[in-house]
């Protein structure tokens, strides 16, 4: 399947400070992307889709200026969560939908600790 | 709206045996796909297996197949000669192709333990 790249795999910050999340489609060119956040022991919850060379969508309740999203070229989108807090932390995981099977393949995932 | 429900949050299996995992979805959409993804300790998720909602026949990998039941809205997991490796989240997802924004919705999982 298709390779999907994620970066940085954990990061722990101070509350208040801003956290950037990349994540990269290595073999194919992905126009959407999605971000979705993870609980433990839950399901995966959607944020946002990242559309590339325009506004993201963000589903119902995610805080826009919270959670940046930014889809600059068809292999990189970055989540950047700003003016983190402790409620903050969580499992954040990216998907690329592979056009050519219509299946979405998942990036390793990112678990971000706000102190 | 598409909901998926896996009514089973936990499951125990010996290796080598046979189990099979349950999910049930609820749509108005005619073309879609069903998709098994599987999530070990390590937090990745994998594909196991998809399944276009045209094709009748059922799909299979290896040691995973599904029984894909349209009328019913079932699609269920069956993992052969369970491996140890197996131990995982297993999500059941559903996506209606929509030509630029193709959403999953996910079942709430259903931890699966492998025991030797």
């Known amino acids: 399947g298709a390779v999907v790249s994620q970066h940085p795999s954990w990061v722990i910050c101070k509350s208040g400070t801003s956290v950037k999340i990349e994540c990269r489609s290595l073999d194919f060119q992905a126009t959407t992307m999605f971000w979705y956040r993870q609980f433990p022991k839950q399901s995966l919850m959607l944020m946002a889709t990242?559309?590339?060379?325009?506004?993201?969508?963000?589903e119902q309740g995610v805080e826009k200026d919270k959670f940046l999203i930014n889809h600059a070229s068809l292999t990189l989108s970055t989540l950047t969560v700003t003016s983190a807090h402790p409620e903050d932390s969580s499992f954040y995981i990216c998907?690329?939908?592979?056009?050519?099977?219509?299946?979405?393949?998942f990036g390793p995932g990112t678990r971000l600790t706000v102190l | 709206a598409q909901t998926v429900t896996q009514s089973q949050p936990e499951m125990s299996v010996q290796e080598a045996e046979t189990v099979t995992l349950s999910c049930t979805y609820d749509t108005s959409e005619s073309n879609y796909y069903l998709f098994w993804y599987k999530q070990p300790p390590s937090r990745q998720m994998i594909l196991v297996i998809r399944q276009e909602a045209y094709k009748q026949q059922n799909a299979t990998e290896n040691r995973f197949s599904v029984n894909f039941q349209k009328a019913a809205k079932s699609f269920s997991l069956k993992i052969s000669d369970s491996q140890l490796g197996d131990t995982a989240m297993y999500f059941c997802?559903?996506?209606?192709?929509?030509?630029?924004?193709?959403?999953?919705?996910f079942g709430k999982g259903m931890k699966l333990t492998v025991n030797p």
């Open positions: 997802a559903f996506m209606t192709p929509q030509g630029g924004s193709e959403k999953l919705v």
């Open positions: 998907s690329c939908p592979d056009r050519g099977t219509d299946t979405q393949y």
């Open positions: 990242s559309n590339e060379g325009s506004k993201a969508t963000y």
